[in-house]
C-alpha cells in the first residue's frame, strides 16, 4: 500500500517535470522488487522442505516437493482397480467350456487335467474336446492365445497371460533369427504337398509344446495324469501336439482383444484363437455358437467380483502361408464361442484404510477400470469405494426404443444410439436419460416404485459408465 501511494507521488512529480510517460511505465517495474521479497523462493523452498520432512515422518514419501503446494487442493482422485485397488498377481480360478452339443456352459474346470480329459479325435480325425467344435480345443486357446517373450527362460509379459500359460503347463520356444516373410517367399513356390506345405517348428518364431506325458505321469504333484493326455490315443493326428504361432495380434484396449493365428505341425487346418471381453467377443461370434445361459454365467461370476475373460475360435481352410498374410478384420470374425476364463483378484490389506482415509477428507474417490462393469462395482463394493445401501446404475448404449438392450453390437455412431441406465443387478429401476433421476420400467411393480422413489428422496445411489459410452458422450454431446 505504502509502496503504490509512493509511486503515485512519484508518477506526478515526474509528470510535471516532463519525465515521458514510457519512463513512468518503467519506474513502475521497481514495485515488483518491492513487494516480492528477493528471498521469498528460498523461503519457499525451505518451507517445502520441512513439509516433505514431516510428511516422511508420517510414512508419507513425497518424490516430488514442489507437489506438496498442491497436494491441499486435491478434490478427487481416481483409481486404476487392478494392480492398485487389488493384488498385482490374479489367481486363475478356472474354465467354464461352452458346450455346442447341450447349448450351455458345463461345470467348472479348475485343472488343466479336467481341460484335456475329454480331447478325443473324431471318426473324420478331427480333434475334438468338450465344447464339440472340430479341429478347436480349449487348451490350445489357452496355450497360444497370448504375446509372452522369454527372458533368461522365463516367459514375461502380462500377468494374466502368465499365468494363463502356467495353468496349461505348455512351455514356449522361441526361434531366433527367423525371417517369417523370407520363409512364406520360399513356400509359395512349392506345391501343397511339397515338404514346405507341412511347416516344421523351426518355421516359426514361436512354437509351444505340451508337457512331455512320461515325465508328467511320474510326477505326484502335477495336476496331470497320463490317462488325461492319451486320450487322443496313438494316432500320429494327435491333439496335443507342437503349435506353431503364425501370427500374433496384441492386445488392443480400444478393441478389447487379443488374437493369434496357429497351425498344429500335423493339423489339417489352420486355427484361429481369440479372447477378450466377454461383451466384445459375443458380437464377433456366430449367435448359434452362444450358449443361452452367457448372460447368466458372466453375471454370476462379475457381480461376485471375478475377472472373465471370454474365449473363441474358428478354422481357416487355407494354408498357413497365406493366413500369415491376413489383417485383423479378416481374423477377428466369424468365430464360435468356446467359453469364459475366470480369474480371481483379490483386495490389498491397505486398500481400505486408505479410502477410509480419503473419504473422511472429503476427497471423491473414482475406479477407473477396462474390467467388465459388474466386477468393477462388485470390487467398489468391497472395499467400500461404493457406501453400503448405494445403488449403482450401469451405462448401456442401445437403440431409442429398447431401454433394458445389450450393447454388444450395436453402432455408437448410429443416429438412433442413446444412452440408458440400467440397475446393475436388474432390479427394474432406471435412471432418466436426461434428468438422471430413478424411475421404475414397470409403473405397475410396486417394489421398483417404491425404491426409485426413495432413492429420489435420498440421492444416495451413483453410475458406472463404461468406455464406449464415455467415448459416445465425450464425442457426441455437448
Known amino acids: 500500500g505504502i509502496a503504490v501511494i509512493g509511486f503515485t507521488v512519484n508518477s506526478i512529480n515526474l509528470h510535471r517535470i516532463g519525465v515521458s510517460d514510457g519512463a513512468i511505465a518503467k519506474k513502475a517495474l521497481d514495485l515488483i522488487t518491492v513487494v516480492v521479497p528477493p528471498a521469498l523462493p528460498a523461503c519457499m523452498s525451505i518451507g517445502m522442505a520441512f513439509a ?19 497436494a491441499s487442493k ?53 480333434m475334438v474336446d468338450t465344447a464339440c467344435i472340430p479341429s478347436l480345443a480349449v487348451v490350445n486357446v489357452l496355450a497360444t492365445c497370448h504375446s509372452l517373450r522369454l527372458v533368461n527362460g522365463a516367459p514375461v509379459g502380462d500377468p494374466l497371460e502368465v499365468k494363463m500359460l502356467e495353468f496349461t503347463g505348455w512351455q514356449i520356444e522361441e526361434n531366433d533369427g527367423v525371417n517369417t516373410q523370407a520363409v512364406l517367399d520360399a513356400g509359395s513356390c512349392y506345391a501343397d504337398n511339397s515338404p514346405l506345405a507341412s511347416p516344421t517348428p523351426d518355421m ?22 497320463s490317462s488325461d493326455l492319451n486320450t487322443c ?106 467359453g469364459f476364463l475366470v480369474f480371481e483378484n483379490r483386495l490389498k490389506p491397505a486398500t481400505q484404510p486408505v479410502l477410509e482415509e480419503l473419504r473422511e477428507a472429503q476427497i471423491r474417490l473414482i475406479m477407473c477400470t477396462g474390467d467388465n462393469p459388474l466386477t468393477a462395482v462388485s470390487v467398489a463394493r468391497e472395499c467400500s469405494l461404493v457406501a453400503p445401501g448405494v445403488q449403482v446404475f450401469v451405462s448401456r448404449l442401445s437403440g431409442a426404443g429398447d431401454i433394458l438392450a445389450k450393447d454388444y453390437e450395436l453402432n455408437a455412431h448410429a443416429p438412433l444410439a442413446a444412452v440408458n441406465w440400467v440397475h446393475y443387478a436388474g432390479l427394474g429401476v432406471v435412471l432418466d436419460p436426461v434428468l438422471l433421476k430413478p424411475r421404475a420400467v414397470d409403473s405397475s411393480d ?24 464415455f ?4 464425442q457426441y454431446t455437448q
Open 446 to 469: 410396486a417394489a421398483a416404485v417404491e425404491l426409485a422413489a426413495e432413492l429420489a428422496r435420498s440421492g444416495r445411489y451413483c453410475v458406472a459408465i463404461t468406455g464406449n459410452v
Open 204 to 225: 516359426f518364431p514361436t512354437v509351444v509344446r505340451p508337457p512331455p506325458i512320461l515325465k508328467l505321469s511320474q510326477s505326484t504333484d502335477s495336476v496331470f495324469a
Open 471 to 474: 467415448g459416445y458422450l465425450s
Open 52 to 70: 516433505a520432512q514431516r510428511l516422511r515422518k508420517e510414512g508419507i514419501f513425497c518424490i516430488s516437493p514442489s507437489r506438496i503446494n498442491v
Open 233 to 338: 490315443g496313438n494316432s500320429s493326428q494327435g491333439c496335443l501336439e507342437e503349435i506353431g504361432i503364425v501370427k500374433c495380434f496384441e492386445f488392443s484396449p480400444s478393441l478389447c482383444r487379443a488374437s493369434v493365428v496357429a497351425k498344429r505341425l500335423h493339423g489339417s487346418c489352420v486355427e484361429v484363437y481369440v479372447k477378450g471381453a466377454p461383451e466384445v467377443l459375443r458380437g464377433l461370434c456366430n449367435s448359434a455358437t452362444v450358449p443361452t445361459d452367457f448372460d447368466k454365467v458372466l453375471d454370476e461370476y462379475t457381480q461376485h467380483g471375478y475377472r472373465v475373460i471370454a474365449l473363441a475360435g474358428k478354422t481357416l481352410q487355407q494354408s498357413w502361408r497365406d493366413a500369415a498374410t491376413l489383417d485383423r478384420a479378416n481374423v477377428e470374425c466369424g468365430l464360435s464361442f468356446m
Open 74 to 126: 486435491v478434490a478427487v482422485m481416481c483409481f486404476d482397480k487392478t494392480g492398485t485397488l487389488t493384488e498385482t498377481g490374479l489367481d486363475l480360478l478356472g474354465v467354464r467350456i461352452a458346450s455346442q452339443s447341450t447349448g450351455q456352459f458345463v461345470d467348472m474346470q479348475s485343472t488343466i487335467g479336467q481341460v484335456t480329459r475329454s480331447i478325443a479325435v473324431s471318426e473324420a480325425g478331427e
